[in-house]
T-cell receptor, first 115, second 115 residues
Framework: DAGVTQSPTHLIKTRGQQVTLRCSPK?????VSWYQQALGQGPQFIFQ???????QRGNFPDRFSGHQFPNYSSELNVNALLLGDSALYLC??????????????FGPGTRLTVL | AQSVTQLGSHVSVSEGALVLLRCNYS??????LFWYVQYPNQGLQLLLK??????LVKGINGFEAEFKKSETSFHLTKPSAHMSDAAEYFC?????????????FGTGTQLKVEL
């Protein structure tokens, strides 16, 4: 049973460029959340996708956008990269079950470095 | 709104000694609480979770945590530390109401295990 997978593992970009990160959820999961983890910090919630819609969003600018595909995989796009966007980007998947708490399982992350 | 405070950014114990990592939460509704572990250059692995059932929760690798509503705490313990426990530990809270259930993380505690 494959867990959450993310690609690429590492990425180096220049200020002003755009980047796309990809995530495949754990088998059977239908919800994908994205988090940004700066060096030495805890993960910060970016947004969550369910049924191909952005359901909840954290305190991140519009430069951060996403998409969820019919097969539940997801992309995170960041435009006009800033040095401060350098971080580990984590994807987490979960299963939506009405009236029940669902646990988020994390992928290994994509390390983005902006020069 | 919800928040988590982890007291002690660095904790050092001897191998075989008790591990105690502290977590206090703030939540406007009964929370769901989680502990995750992160090894260097990896994603987050779920250790255990509290979802309003038993207040003493047992997790993987011999870890357990006790939910204390009166103290708004969810401290993580392990009776005997092992060298392989050296990692960063994150406490997280969610509102548990379903429908876009983001995790809010603490800043993490780095656990060092010495011989």
């Amino acid at each position: 049973d494959a867990g959450v997978t993310q690609s690429p593992t590492h990425l180096i970009k220049t200020r002003g460029q755009q980047v796309t990160l990809r995530c495949s959820p754990k088998s059977g999961h239908d919800t994908v959340s994205w988090y940004q983890q700066a060096l030495g910090q805890g993960p910060q919630f970016i947004f969550q996708y369910y049924e191909e819609e952005e359901r909840q969003r954290g305190n991140f600018p519009d430069r951060f956008s996403g998409h969820q595909f019919p097969n539940y995989s997801s992309e995170l796009n960041v435009n006009a990269l800033l040095l401060g966007d350098s971080a580990l980007y984590l994807c987490a998947s979960s299963l939506e079950e009405a009236g029940r708490q669902y646990t988020q399982y994390f992928g290994p992350g994509t390390r983005l470095t902006v020069l | 709104a919800q928040s988590v405070t982890q007291l002690g950014s660095h904790v050092s114990v001897s191998e075989g000694a008790l591990v105690l990592l502290r977590c206090n939460y703030s939540s406007s509704v009964p929370p769901y609480l989680f502990w995750y572990v992160q090894y260097p250059n990896q994603g987050l692995q779920l250790l255990l979770k509290y979802t309003s059932a038993a207040t003493l929760v047992k997790g993987i690798n011999g870890f357990e945590a006790e939910f204390k509503k009166s103290e708004t705490s969810f401290h993580l313990t392990k009776p005997s530390a092992h060298m392989s426990d050296a990692a960063e530990y994150f406490c997280a809270v969610s509102l548990g109401t379903g429908g876009g259930n983001k995790l809010t993380f603490g800043t993490g505690t780095q656990l060092k295990v010495e011989l």
